[in-house]
């Protein structure tokens, strides 16, 4: 099976001018024949005609010996001097006419005219009134048995094509005819001839369909060498100049694909990148409490050597919580599925889960939301369960001792606010916009700046807002605006 596809289209397209050229010949071959038999079968009939015009009513034996002399004389390939006729034709012998009595004798015949087979002539069918558009004369006169009329005719072992006359005034009969394979070799000349610039020009037609496909096949070529040439890392978008309609959209689904390729290794990139940046400092301290906890000199050194490594295990752990977190909200790896969603009792679910840690530093956490209002917005939930977890966990450790946190419901009449307010130190305002950033920290103990980066993407995946403000308890208001469900 050819895999070219230049190859395939050159050779069905030869294929199908070779059949068409083949459908041409057979049909010039048949119409030419047609044609040719039309032609001499008016011949005949004018012939025969003629001939009964000169031969006349008075022909006696005398005047036919006369006439018949001088056909003898001119059929003759010397003329009186002995010397060779200046014009013959291959087909004189096949073409032959007679004048007949109605006893059937010839009177005047030309030379190439079988009469000694004559009373042996077989008819092998006969043409009737229209098949040529001929009319049939003298039909129900007959010569020895034969109608007047065209027929075909088998003549010493040769086809004949004859054409029959009967002259009532003068009672003779007139026969012309030309032998069969004269029409045959006449159709094949013709039809062969008239195919010669056709089978001379199926090399040149060849070529240039070659040279047609080859050229609209450029594009493509080019596409496919470009390419080629490419190195194993180079995801580009591939540019190429006036490309035809047809791979407009494959250029662009494999433009596409090289974006998203490269999007995913540069997700990837980042990804490896922010934790080797975050997990290389908690990892080091992990060790080396982890070393202080074996090398303790008593046991209430070891103890604290535990405690201070189990809090280090839980920073790394949520650390590396957020990475994760963060890695599948990058562009392209999110999958959200927005469901319309009552808020309330996710959010009541959020801090059910938190009380262990909001109780483990003596806070007070509060859930301020109006029973009967409609809190329904087009959310999803598992990142919703993100978003909450960060900004109360964040509200958490930014709190004193004693201190309050505040989660608020807020049903507007196009959207939903969530509010979580923490009585801690705040940001100041120049800050809170870079808060937001990936990493950003304001100290050794504030983090590792990744909470609000996805609290921020979680919203920005929701199409809403967030923004923070100054609390009423004295520190921040984290404030996230949702659509409310149509």
Sequence with gaps: MIRSLRGRILLLLIGVLSALLALMAVWSYRDAQHEIEEILDAQLLQSARFVAGLAGREMNADTARILQSALDRAASPVDTQGRPRRFSHEYEGKLAFAVFDAKGEALVHSASAPLAHFRDLRITGRRGPGEHGHELAGAAATLLGTPAGFHDAVIDGSRWNIFLLDNPPSGHWILVGDRDDVRGELATNIAFRSMVPELVGVPLVALLVWLVVGWTLRPLAQMTQRLKSREPTDLAPLVLDRLPDELEPVAASLNRL??????????????????????????????????????????????????????????????????????????????????????????????AELSPLVLDRGLEIMLLAEESADHRASVDEQAMQILLQNLI?????????????????????????????????????????????????????????????????????????????ESALGGLDAVVTLRRAP
Excluded at 432 to 445: A, L, M, N
């Design 258 to 351: 090289l974006a998203n390729v490269t999007e995913l290794l540069e997700r990837e990139k980042r990804f490896l990148s922010y934790a080797a940046h975050e997990l290389r400092t908690p990892l080091a301290v992990l060790r080396v409490q982890a070393d202080n906890a074996v090398h303790a000199a008593d046991l209430s050194d070891r103890e604290a050597a535990l405690r201070q490594l189990d809090r280090s295990v839980s920073r790394a752990t949520r650390l590396v919580e957020q990475l994760l977190a963060l890695a599948r909200l990058e562009p392209g790896a999110s999958d959200l599925k927005p469901v319309t969603a009552d808020l309330l009792p996710v959010v009541r679910n959020e801090i």
């Design 393 to 469: 966990s964040n509200a958490v450790r930014h709190s004193p001792p004693a201190g309050r946190v505040q989660v608020r419901l807020v049903a507007g009449g196009d959207c939903v606010e969530i509010h979580v307010e923490d009585s801690g130190p705040g940001v100041p305002a120049e800050q809170r916009e870079r808060v937001f950033e990936r990493f950003y920290s304001e100290g050794p103990s504030r983090g590792a700046g990744l909470g609000l980066a996805i609290v921020a993407r979680i919203v920005e995946l929701h199409r809403g807002r967030v923004e923070l403000r």
